[in-house]
């Protein structure tokens, strides 16, 4: 009999960075700089990217992972809803992963801007629930540090 548990977990991620909160958050409501930080990554390529910012909105991105990867030529495919956006200050939405065609988990993800000391610091909490044959919350944990990375990338732009 498969494993039908689900892992619930939660995770918080701090970053600052030296650039005011309105700039960060322009890099999350712009689709362009979005797409780049957010939806491009090494081990995959990005098919399809749409988002409609507002709340009620949606986001889809579709993806192929490369050779090389764990799942070479599989459909990784991520769709979410925008529920709660104050400008500059912040986003609130709820998503979920499908692989293949195994949805393997959902999450809500609060983003928050703050002003800091010498620029801006962001608050990503991220509250999952981790399906049968998912990545898992360290591996989820781990892929959200490394947007964070490519989001200071971008900013440095």
């Given at each position: 009999?498969?494993?039908?548990?689900?892992?619930?977990?939660?995770?918080?991620?701090?970053r600052n960075y030296p650039v005011s909160p309105e700039r960060v958050f322009a890099a999350f409501a712009d689709p362009a700089k979005k797409r780049r930080w957010f939806?491009?990554?090494?081990?995959?390529?990005?098919?399809?990217?749409?988002?409609?910012?507002?709340?009620?909105?949606?986001?889809?991105?579709?993806?192929?992972?490369?050779e090389g990867s764990p799942f070479p030529g599989v459909a990784l495919i991520n769709d979410a809803v925008f529920h709660d956006i104050v400008l500059n200050r912040r986003i609130v939405q709820s998503?979920?992963?499908?692989?293949?065609?195994?949805?393997?988990?959902?999450?809500?993800?609060?983003?928050?801007?703050?002003?800091?000391?010498?620029g801006a610091e962001l608050v990503i909490t991220h509250q999952g629930a981790f399906f049968e044959n998912s990545d898992g919350p360290e591996r989820r944990e781990n892929g959200w540090r490394k947007i964070a990375d490519r989001l200071a990338a971008e900013l440095a732009r």
């Open positions: 009999m498969p494993d039908t548990n689900v892992i619930h977990n939660t995770f918080t991620i701090n939806a491009e990554g090494e081990n995959h390529s990005v098919d399809d990217f749409s988002m409609d910012f507002r709340v009620g909105g949606l986001e889809h991105t579709v993806s192929h992972f490369k998503s979920h992963m499908t692989l293949g065609d195994h949805i393997f988990s959902a999450s809500l993800v609060t983003v928050e801007f703050l002003a800091a000391e010498g």
